[in-house]
């Protein structure tokens, strides 16, 4: 997979340690040892980050760790989404028009109201089947069995 952040001249992008104290002041704490903070020099200077790769078949969302507002795309078209109502810092944007397609998937800050953000903790949402359709495919499979061993102990 290839990953890439797309920074100005002066800006910076910081793999933070996420007990060091230098950040505790943002409000943002990541969910496991390390985050990722985008620093712009000025609030003219644009920034980006990228991967390459597969968005995986069944997907519903991408969903990740934020602050501040994105605006998210696959090769080139806006996905929907936003923060979740009860968790502000949680982002999760549409992508199940794209399961198994290839391409570049870019998030690009909306720094209205400040400079810089912090990202952490990228995963894909896949639903699990629910239980009723677990049970109807059970439950085929055991007539199905049924019917077979029926058929097999008439000779």
Do not use: H
């Not at 340690?17 to 943002?26: F, K, L, T």
């Not at 989404?81 to 999760?92: A, K, T, V, W, Y």
């Amino acid at each position: 997979m290839k990953y890439e952040a797309v920074l100005g001249l002066a800006s910076y992008a910081t793999l933070v340690n996420s007990g060091n104290s230098r950040y505790e002041g943002s409000g943002f704490r990541g969910e496991g040892r390390f985050f990722l903070s985008l620093q712009p020099e000025s609030v003219l200077e644009s920034y980006s980050l990228s991967q390459s790769g597969t968005i995986p078949e069944g997907a519903q969302f991408i969903m990740f760790k934020g602050m501040g507002n994105w605006n998210v795309s696959f090769n080139g078209q806006s996905l929907v989404g936003g923060s979740i109502i009860d968790r502000q810092d949680l982002r999760r944007f549409y992508v199940s028009p794209f399961g198994g397609q290839t391409g570049v998937l870019r998030i690009d800050p909306d720094r209205v109201g400040g400079l810089g953000t912090s990202l952490d903790s990228f995963e894909f949402i896949i639903p699990e089947p629910s239980i009723m359709s677990l049970a109807v495919f059970c439950g085929g499979f055991f007539l199905l069995m049924a019917r077979c061993r029926k058929v097999l102990s008439r000779g």
